[in-house]
């Protein structure tokens, strides 16, 4: 079983920066994919963001692209998820969701068998 635990969420003013993190019990032994995914009230949840740890290739949502990046920290056994978020919007306003698992669609909720509790990220006009 692994934990995944979310930081980093706030309030933020519109063209600000945050950065959420997301730290793994055990490492990523096993996990090809990890990924951040949000939800806003009343929608569905929407992929952000996926990293492979295999060659760290990245993927990104339309909406996001240019603004955020992703990254995995394994220096000295850190084991920690990052997603830094550049010139925040409004609508970026949303519940953050650190995901781990196979990916093989990285943009595929279903694709990931661990789940974090969620960082609320708030952006004002």
């Known amino acids: 079983q692994v934990q995944l635990v979310e930081s980093g969420g706030g309030l933020v003013q519109a063209g600000g920066s945050l950065k959420l993190s997301c730290t793994t019990s055990?490492?990523?032994?096993?996990?090809?994919?990890m990924a951040w995914f949000r939800q806003a009230p009343g929608k569905e949840r929407e992929f952000v963001a996926a990293?492979?740890?295999?060659?760290?290739?990245?993927?990104?949502s339309e909406a996001v692209k240019g603004r955020f990046t992703i990254s995995f920290d394994n220096a000295n056994a850190k084991n920690t998820l990052d997603l830094q978020m550049n010139s925040l919007k409004p609508e970026d306003t949303a519940t953050y969701y650190c995901?781990?698992?196979?990916?093989?669609?990285?943009?595929?909720?279903?694709?990931?068998?661990?789940w974090g509790q969620g960082a609320q990220v708030t952006v004002s006009s």
């Open positions: 995901a781990a698992g196979r990916g093989f669609n990285p943009q595929l909720s279903t694709g990931y068998e661990y």
């Open positions: 055990k490492g990523t032994i096993g996990i090809p994919t």
């Open positions: 990293i492979r740890m295999l060659g760290n290739s990245g993927y990104y």
